[in-house]
């Protein structure tokens, strides 16, 4: 079984963490977001998984290579950006060489989805195209179906108002196709599945759904990646912190658990840590400070006495003494905050630069 992994996306709504990284590096609990996936596509008896790639390729080629988990690892890299459907036409190449139907993947989803059960329904049915889907309050973000009772797909909505969307059952971003669906695809140009082919398939009965209950999340915006930690975490640590190797946590230190440290973090006397917390690898977090739900990237420095709450400090970033960082602010990779600065909510500072003045209003530092 082979799947094939979107994976060519800008990130634009987690700038600044995006301008430095691909969204599939995002650690979650202290791993890429990738490496999640490929982890639970193993399990479910994938052997092949393809990349389509564009936006910092080289980076997901550096971490994860030609192999992982067992599964062999291909790369399939997007010259420009071709959309939802392009990527999939242009790695038929890849995947075309079995008449096996095979996954897509959305690269920005966590899911504790059973792949095989979602392969199970679609062969049941003898369908193209078999979409996992998942119930949602507001479904205006995501494509939207209009199913019967025999799990026939008979209407697909890209994104409707709230009130016309026809229910809550929205595209989960992981399908089942057969290889039929290629020849529907055009070559060479941007692609919109769910604009484009989804509805076709609709039309002419050959597209399904399945409804799955497990963890779902889209990590799209910083607010559902910091939820995204939590649901791992809760996973993972929800007794007692997850400690890396070498990660060195003084005696003196309060930890409210899910947390997780990452390998040679130092954690020093009189620090309250969690609940819902990542910490890095080689983060240093100083004497007092206090840190809650939120997510510190590895190699980040944290002097004494501050205070973290509901944000994300990027790699190498370093917050000074005194400092105070507030909910749904975001510190880039290599940021300067210095000391007895305050950054209320929604602070972006982009990466590498230098903040000595506090900041009172939702902003960005460019």
Request: aromatic share 8%; charged share 25%.
């Amino acid at each position: 079984m082979r799947a094939l992994i979107l994976a060519g996306g800008f990130g634009t709504r987690l700038r600044p963490l995006s301008c430095t990284r691909p969204k599939l590096m995002f650690p979650i609990a202290n791993r890429p977001l990738l490496d999640w996936v490929l982890e639970r596509l193993s399990k479910s008896g994938v052997t092949r998984v393809v990349l389509a790639v564009n936006y910092m390729a080289d980076v997901l080629r550096e971490n994860f290579g030609k192999s992982k988990y067992g599964l062999e690892i291909v790369y399939s890299l997007e010259k420009k950006p071709l959309g939802t459907g392009g990527p999939i036409k242009m790695a038929e190449k890849f995947l075309g060489d079995t008449d096996e139907p095979f996954f897509v993947l959305n690269g920005d989803i966590l899911s504790s989805m059973d792949y095989s059960e979602l392969l199970a329904a679609h062969t049941s049915h003898k369908a193209d195209a078999t979409l996992a889907l998942h119930e949602v309050d507001d479904p205006s973000r995501f494509g939207v179906v209009e199913m019967n009772g025999n799990e026939q797909i008979l209407r697909f909505v890209e994104k409707p108002k709230k009130e016309e969307a026809p229910s809550k059952l929205v595209n989960a971003g992981v399908y089942v196709l057969n290889h039929t669906v290629f020849d529907l695809i055009p070559s060479d140009r941007k692609v919109s599945i769910e604009r484009e082919v989804f509805p076709v398939l609709a039309g002419s009965g050959g597209l399904y759904g399945h409804k799955f209950n497990g963890v779902w999340i889209d990590i799209g915006k910083p607010s559902d990646y910091i939820q995204a930690n939590k649901i791992v975490l809760d996973e993972i640590a929800s007794e007692k912190p997850f400690l890396g190797k070498g990660a060195k946590v003084r005696s003196r230190v309060k930890i409210i658990p899910p947390v997780a440290i990452g390998s040679g973090a130092i954690i020093e006397d009189d620090v309250c840590i969690g609940p819902y917390v990542s910490i890095g690898n080689d983060v240093t977090v100083g004497k007092g400070s206090r840190i809650q739900d939120s997510v510190i990237y590895s190699k980040a420095w944290i002097d004494k006495f501050s205070s973290i709450k509901g944000a994300i400090i990027g790699e190498g970033a370093i917050i000074g003494s005194w400092v105070k960082v507030e909910e749904q602010c975001i510190v880039g990779d290599h940021a300067v905050i210095n000391d007895n600065v305050t950054l209320t909510q929604k602070v972006q500072i982009c990466p590498s630069k230098e903040v000595d003045a506090s900041i009172f209003e939702p902003s960005t530092v460019m």
